[in-house]
């Protein structure tokens, strides 16, 4: 997982998204997606196809500050900027859409794959759904509970991340982007 590769990828700027159903739009309904939320009551994690699962909360357009909708082979990441005219957040969305290995559009690019553990080593409850994780400081996460693919008392959650590099002219590597793959406890690579 710590190698640096070369792969081929596209990149697409979004400029105006005006709605839920707008993002909808640059997802595969064929597909499903792991979401995270960045929302002004929370932060949510879940799932999309053919719409939004994010536990036990309805996500509205106008909470979202930012969202990743995500698989092992794109992002959708969005975001809320700030209206140059009046300095508040825009009543619309900006971002981009990666995919790697794309059949057309794609440019060679190296990248190095990480993951980081996420907060929350104690399983305070667990349904069907849902797992609900927390740490010493009180912090909690609601996870899907498909996502833990093992016992959580032996392998934490992870965040698997695709970190993107760009060559400078004198050849030396620097990152010009990410995007999340996975959210998971699995111990095997990508």
């Not at 640096?4 to 597909?31: G, V």
């Not at 609900?132 to 609601?142: A, M, T, W």
């Amino acid at each position: 997982m710590n190698k640096i590769k070369q792969i081929k990828t596209n990149m697409k700027p979004i400029a105006d998204i005006h709605s839920i159903e707008d993002i909808a739009k640059y997802l595969d309904k064929d597909k499903s997606y792991q979401v995270l939320a960045y929302t002004i009551p929370a932060i949510m994690f879940g799932e999309y196809h053919n719409g939004f699962n994010l536990g036990l909360e309805t996500l509205t357009f106008d909470q979202i500050d930012s969202i990743r909708i995500f698989s092992c082979d794109s992002e959708l990441y969005c975001y809320r900027f700030a209206d140059p005219a009046t300095g508040q957040a825009s009543s619309s969305l900006r971002g981009r859409l990666r995919t790697d290995n794309p059949i057309e559009n794609s440019t060679d690019t190296y990248c190095h794959d990480a993951s980081q553990i996420l907060i929350g080593s104690k399983v305070i409850q667990e349904t069907e759904s849902h797992i609900l994780v927390s740490e010493d400081r009180g912090f909690q996460l609601l996870l899907p509970r498909k996502w833990a693919a093992l016992d959580l008392s032996e392998s934490r959650f992870r965040v698997y991340t695709r970190n993107y590099l760009s060559e400078w002219d004198n050849g030396q590597l620097t990152y010009c982007d990410h995007r999340f793959m996975m959210i998971g406890n699995q111990t095997k690579e990508l």
